[in-house]
């Protein structure tokens, strides 16, 4: 993801896009805010009044007045106060959930490219956490800086008019205040920084300990893994740890200046009240208004670092955010409503990184034919696959879809034409049914079960003791080689494409499975252009062509007699897995 130095406003104004349009009810807040920090700012004042007028002055029926205004104040703040809390929640997370809602669809519109290049733990981190920074900037505009500056305001003022010279004299300690304030959220940003990209790290690791658990535990390397896992959390700690030594510095020198001010109001707040200029009562209010206006300031002061370490997250959410899929719709890409399923591929060459897959390859698929793939693996039997339903594009040439170039083709209605049937079939985390309805969602009950039958697999699925209710995926009950297969099958009957993709797998199949695949296909792929990935070469006997691949390019092409024929790799291939003997090659002299 590319890192762009973006200014502080630009941030900010592109956070309050999300935030713009509830600016109702931050209006309300905003009148809510001023009058909390009224209401809070009351106390200090009667008490004033109390001592000056009720306890020096003899006053006992102004005592009870003072008394029920306290208790109503009392009661009113804690009321608005509940209600402020869950209404700037409330729009807080409303604002996320509008982010979240965004980078979800971003991530499901990048091209896979990038997706298996990125370290999986980083994008959830991203996603998941990252966005949060967020909430905490609009925390911080109207629970931090609107409140605070109003606090720190209303207090000025009351201070101000109780005693100007005390007040101003008070004040001194400011720029010490915001010096300190500087130094020390500059350091913590950056040490934030780097306790984020560990913690990624470490999640990204756990990740890819659970997905090659299997390899970890073929290989024994636990020991080596555990040793691995705890030096990650090692270092997260200890950084975590300078995080927080940091922040206990910070809190220390800021508190140590802010606690001056108190000082000069004793001294020379006493000096006065001993002159005469000043009452016991401004005296004791002036004091704990200065105190309270530590609060705030504070608040104020740290905003800073809090907005920079809300930034942190929130750059990398732009990031994520600003990185442009490279496989995406053209803007006057066309909307296929008819597919005949012709495909071309014209000189076409790919790689997925540096290194060449696929080198200037040609070939063409007539509507309703079927062309079966062979060649060893690693091939590039797959990638002819995926450059077919475009989830990548070639890097020189072209693919043509009823003459059509792909990328000038809506890749929503390009993959609605496509099915692929698979033995990896990814299963979500969903029951039996809703698996297979994930080729056409709107498919009725009735549906699902008839391509089930149609698939073979309705007996396996009735046979399970929640039927198609069975959960399957990552927490469900596994499923064979066969029966994923099958489930594939079901699942592009009802999407009922024009163009399908065998990718046959490598697992051996017993024959009764095969002859269940194999008949369930027929049905599937009856009158469609097919693709077929082959592993067993005698699916391939009814193809209409094959092109077998070998060292980026294609070595040999035509019908399954023709390439018998010919003796060549194909031939080679077809009696090593019929156990039929090969003619040595005896060189000619
Ligand atoms: P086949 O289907 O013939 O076994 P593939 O098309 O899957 O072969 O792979 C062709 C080559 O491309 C292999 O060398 C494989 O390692 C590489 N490859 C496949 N998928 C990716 C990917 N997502 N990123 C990088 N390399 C890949």
Known sequence: MEKKEVSFFQKSKRILQYAKPYWHVIFWLFVLSAVLALLSLVGPYLVKILIDDVIV????????????????????KTIIQVYYNYKTEALEETVVL?????????????????????QLGDILVRVDEDVYGIQSFINIIIDGIVMNFLLTLFILIICLHLNWRVTLASLTFFPFYIFAQKYFGEKIKQQKKVVIEKDAALLSFIQEGITSIKAIKEFLLEKLALHRYTTKTR?????????????????????????????????????????????????????????????????LGSINVAI??????????????????????????????????????????FGYDKDIVLENISFTIKPGEKIGLVGPSGAGKTTIANL???????????????????????????????????????????????????????????????????????????????????????????????????????????????????????????????????????????????????????????????????????????????LIKKQGLFSRYYKLQFKMPIAPKIPVR
Not at 253 to 277: C, H, R
Not at 420 to 447: C, M, P, R, W
Request: with cysteine; hydrophobic share 45%.
């Open 308 to 349: 920079q370490s809300a930034f942190v997250s929130v750059d990398r959410v732009f990031e994520f955010l600003d990185t442009k899929p490279k496989i995406q719709d053209k803007p006057n890409a066309r909307l296929l409503r008819k597919v005949y399923g012709g495909i071309v591929l014209d000189h076409v060459s």
């Open 388 to 562: 077919a339903c475009r989830f990548y594009d070639p890097l020189k040439g072209r693919i043509l879809l009823d003459g059509i170039d792909v990328r000038d083709i809506q890749l929503k209605s390009l993959r609605k034409h496509i099915g692929i049937v698979s033995q990896d079939i990814i299963l979500f985390n969903a029951t039996i049914k809703e698996n297979i309805k994930f080729g056409n969602i709107h498919a009725s009950d009735e549906q699902v079960m008839e391509a089930a039958k149609l698939a073979n697999i309705h007996d396996f699925i009735t046979n399970l003791p929640k039927g198609y209710n069975t959960i399957v995926g990552e927490r469900g009950v596994n499923l064979s080689g066969g029966e994923a297969q099958r489930l594939s099958i079901a699942r592009t009957i009802l999407k009922s494409p024009s163009i399908i993709i065998l990718d046959e797998g490598t697992s051996a199949l017993d024959s009764e499975t095969e002859q269940k695949i194999q008949e369930s296909f027929d049905y599937v792929t009856k009158g469609k252009t097919t693709i077929i990935i082959a592993h067993r070469l005698a699916t391939l006997k009814n193809a209409d062509k094959i092109l077998v691949l070998k060292d980026k390019k294609i070595v040999e092409q035509g019908s399954f007699s023709s």
């Open 235 to 299: 270092e997260l700690i200890k950084q975590d740890l300078r995080l927080n030594l940091l922040s206990s510095y910070s809190t220390a020198i800021v508190g140590f200046i802010t606690f001056t001010p108190l000082l000069i109001i004793l001294w020379y707040g006493s000096f006065k009240v001993i002159t005469g200029a000043l009452t016991i009562g401004s005296l004791m209010a002036l004091y704990t208004y200065i105190g309270k206006l530590f609060g705030p300031i504070s608040n």
């Open 98 to 118: 509008d982010v979240k809602k965004e980078l979800f669809q971003h991530l499901e519109h990048l091209d896979l490219g990038f997706l298996y290049s990125k």
């Open 57 to 76: 002055g003899q006053d006992l029926q102004l005592l009870f007045t003072i008394m029920v205004i306290f208790i109503g104040i009392f009661l009113l």
